[in-house]
């Protein structure tokens, strides 16, 4: 097993993916990295530093993409090595699970990806865990073929993760069973607290969101027993460049999850 995978999933406490959607810069991403960091460590909370190094995924030709790859990788890995924290990023394709992998501790498949046969296995093959979020278009029990997908490689070092469901075209909803299901396959499963929340095919061509039900989602998650959380932060979410509409402030966390250690004792 590996030793970042172990060291999140045997936690007696749920574990936290966090950190901004994209690197926009050097400061604002060790700004985020460095604060969550502190909060994790008062909790006791097990943390990987999340930040996607590129975003292939947009809705608008217009919008922000990134930095550029290896610059964006960068300041992931300087983040991993400074901090003493594990790190995650999102892939598109097998030559991103490739280079990915030189600067990261774990690979994260994104939802409308998660099909996707070649990638899955390109990030199997790495040997770092790999997070595959569920489609928004994908029942929780047939996200067994995805995983088989990376177990074909050997690689059993798998985590699922709920993001919510289509509702029509602009929104989403979360299904709770969804949770236990998918950890009835057998790996630890995640609730992403953040992209649950987004509203998207506006009609501007920038995603929406409701991030004041954030703290809704997560306690709800947490007290069904949800494996770990997915949080993304900004320090001013109006100004991120990429998701800022269903982003998390990052001077909200402590409190959240002050609450959601709470919780978390009150069902153990």
Known sequence: MNSVYKSIT????????????????????????????????KFDIPFVFKASYKKANRSSIGSFSGIGDIQALEIIKDIRNSLNIPVITDIHSSEDAILASKYVDMLQIPAFLCRQTELLIAAGKTGLPINIKKGQFVSPDSMKFAVDKVKSTGNQNILLTERGTTFGYSDLVVDYRSIPIMQKIGYPVILDCTHSLQQPNQPNGVTGGLPELIETISKAGIAVGVNGLFIETHPNPSKALSDGANMLKLDLLENLLEKLIKIKKAIN
């Open 10 to 41: 045997e936690s007696k406490n749920f574990f936290l993916i966090a950190g901004p959607c994209v690197v926009e810069n050097r400061e604002i991403t060790f700004n985020v990295a460095e604060k969550v960091k502190e909060l994790c460590l």
